[in-house]
């Protein structure tokens, strides 16, 4: 049928975004930012939310403002006449009536170089909930999905003396997203992480990653990758470490690989009590002339687990820990440094030398700041509950969500721990999904712990869940003497089942809220009874040698849209702490004193490899 062509074609359209699905931006196009020149694009955008998703549809971005005979074109859209909003934020909280807006909302913003570049220019997003469509110039660059994991786009061929950069963002809840439809938590929208600019030269290095292999010989290993157009003939790559005079120099292959092993001798392992890190850099030299430098600053360390045992730098831990969202009350997702420095003090006040960021990426300052102040870090992908397990569209998601989170934190020594998954019901196609997670995990990087929050088998009382097989540490959720009151059942399960690897328990715990004095009716879920429970649960965790680690379900009471119980009010609020920060509730002095315990019965972690 032939299609009417006119200027209101955009609304006859039903397949309007097959245009914008194509290509799809991931993590094969990440670019190491360490020590890069950047460009910050941070600040006031203009925006508007797009119900409609008339953007797409209309395809505003051409900025078309006359038609093919010269004629004025009735515009739908004033990008510089809209109202501005802050990147990075959530948009949820700019203005009252956004609190609930799902869906897809135009952001805008024109920019020109600070600086003239010679090289190449990649345009780098922190993270956008949940698609992020990319504009420039009137040009689609490209899509990317996955709300919580960052992405690189090259715009070196688009750029002008003026940018227009438009993004269009959506965080409408899909089945086949990763997380899916039903969440435990409030799904913010926005452009709520750094945007920059990144330049590199003509050849540089796309990537580095480096770890500690051996601690006995002290070996580190690294492994790096140029970025070149053609074969690369007569270059070498230098990794240093300054402060420990260490500088070894390694050919790279002609197709820019590189793998070096390091013997770093005397080096000051990385650890809770010692969080030691280097300075390290990475040099590219052609022909003898330096064509790139990357620098990171990195804690060296080894995990691993013997027998139900897990060691950090060869010795036991116990990891006490919490689990922490991502969100505070005054800026959602979008959470400053300052606020995750507060959030590790409370942690270190409740005795914690570990975190399990839960359900999903986030941001890359908790790693880095957890780095800095010695803290332990489980980093999980939100596949969450339910997911669309046989619908391959779905794992190809959830993998380029893990290896966008593997490569952004590789370096950092405080991820102990990738988590592929929180508590899906052990059925085929989920176990085929996160099987292949897990592997995807190991391949990518065979130095940490690979680990899920399991359901308990609550048929057979016992810790079972096939996905175990995969995995080096078994995460495990329970909230006996909250959703089942019996805690016979949890003595059962401790009891009689006989795990061959670690377990942490990586969920526990119950509602918690102040009764009003003056009401007789009785509503479960007090602060009292919630310290009860916690009494309780750690009585029995404290008789089960394989429990070697506990992440109470949660530090701080978060926003849910799940949750609209007359105490909840639109909140979780089994945490720890109040939301607003500034109150502990009983519960909290429970695990204080538990990990007083635990921590006065453990040595010093200092070690130094190579003595
Ligand atoms: C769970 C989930 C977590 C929930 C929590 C709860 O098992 O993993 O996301 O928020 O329980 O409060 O029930």
Request: glycine share 6%; net charge negative; aromatic share 12%.
């Amino acid at each position: 049928m032939e299609i009417i062509k006119n200027f209101v074609d955009n609304i006859h359209n039903d397949d309007y975004k097959s245009d914008y699905e194509f290509p799809v931006i991931q993590g094969e196009s990440m670019v190491f930012p360490g020590g890069r020149k950047k460009q910050s694009l941070n600040g006031e955008w203009n925006f508007s939310v797009d119900q409609y998703d008339n953007c797409l549809r209309a395809k505003w971005f051409l900025e078309q403002e006359t038609n093919d005979e010269g004629r004025n074109i009735p515009l739908d859209y004033g990008f510089d006449e809209w109202d501005t909003i802050k990147v990075p934020g959530v948009w949820n909280l700019a203005r009252p009536e956004y609190f609930y807006y799902e869906g897809p909302a135009v952001y805008s913003r024109r920019f020109s170089l600070e600086e003239e570049s010679k090289g190449r220019v990649f345009l780098q997003f922190g993270a956008v909930s949940y698609e992020a469509r990319i504009f420039l110039n009137g040009v689609f660059l490209g899509i990317h999905k996955g709300g919580s994991t960052p992405f690189t786009i090259e715009i070196t061929s688009r750029l002008k003396a003026e940018n227009r950069l438009i993004v269009v963002a959506d965080n409408t809840r899909r089945k086949e997203q990763i997380p899916s439809e039903n969440t435990d938590w409030f799904l913010y929208g926005g452009i709520y992480r750094d945007v920059s600019l990144l330049f590199v030269p003509d050849v540089y290095i796309k990537n580095m990653k480096a770890g500690l292999i051996n601690r006995e010989t002290g070996t580190i290993e690294v492994t790096a990758l140029i970025d070149c157009e053609k074969k690369l003939t007569d270059s070498e790559l230098t990794f240093s470490i300054p402060e420990l005079n260490i500088e070894v120099t390694f050919p790279v292959n002609e197709d820019g690989t590189c793998t070096m092993y390091v013997n770093a001798g005397k080096l000051s392992l990385w650890s809770p009590e010692s969080p030691k890190r280097y300075q390290v850099l990475l040099t590219l030299r052609k022909k003898g002339v330096v064509k790139d430098e990357v620098t990171d600053l990195i804690g060296f360390r080894t995990v691993e687990t013997k027998d139900r045992k897990i060691l950090l730098n060869g010795r036991q831990i116990f990891l006490r820990g919490a689990c922490l969202h991502e969100e505070t009350e005054e800026h959602g997702k979008a959470v400053t440094k300052d606020e995750i420095r507060e959030a590790f003090q409370r942690a270190k006040k409740m005795n914690c030398n570990f975190l399990r960021l839960a359900h999903y990426p986030h941001t890359e300052w908790v790693s880095e700041i957890a780095d800095e102040e010695g803290i332990l870090l489980w980093e999980e992908i939100p596949v969450y509950w339910w997911i669309d397990f046989s619908n391959p569209q779905a794992l190809d998601d959830a993998r380029n969500q893990l290896t966008e989170l593997i490569s952004r934190d590789f370096n950092r020594a405080s991820v102990i721990i990738w988590s592929v998954g929180n508590e899906n019901p052990d059925t085929e196609a989920r176990y085929e999904f996160m099987k292949d997670l897990a592997s995807t995990a190991r391949r990518m990087d065979p130095t940490r712990l690979i680990s899920a929050a399991c359901l308990v088998d609550t048929v057979n009382l016992r810790i079972a869940d096939r996905l175990e097989r995969h995995l080096d540490v078994i995460g495990l959720n329970e909230y006996y003497g909250w959703y089942d009151p019996d805690y016979e059942k949890l003595t059962e399960i401790l009891n009689g089942s006989h795990p061959e690897k670690p377990v942490i328990i990586s969920e526990f715990g119950a509602d918690g809220y102040q009764p009003d004095e003056n009401s007789r009716k009785y509503v479960r879920g007090s602060e009292k009874e919630q310290e009860e429970i916690y009494k309780k649960q750690v009585e029995l965790f404290g008789k089960t040698e394989y429990i070697q680690g506990t992440t109470p379900w949660i530090l701080y009471d978060y926003r849910t849209p799940k949750r609209l119980g007359a105490y909840q009010k639109g909140y979780n609020i089994k945490g720890l702490v109040t939301a607003d920060r500034k109150r502990e509730k009983p519960a909290f002095a429970v695990m204080k004193n538990y990990y007083e315990e635990i921590k006065n019965n453990e040595g010093s972690d200092r070690e130094t490899v190579g003595e």
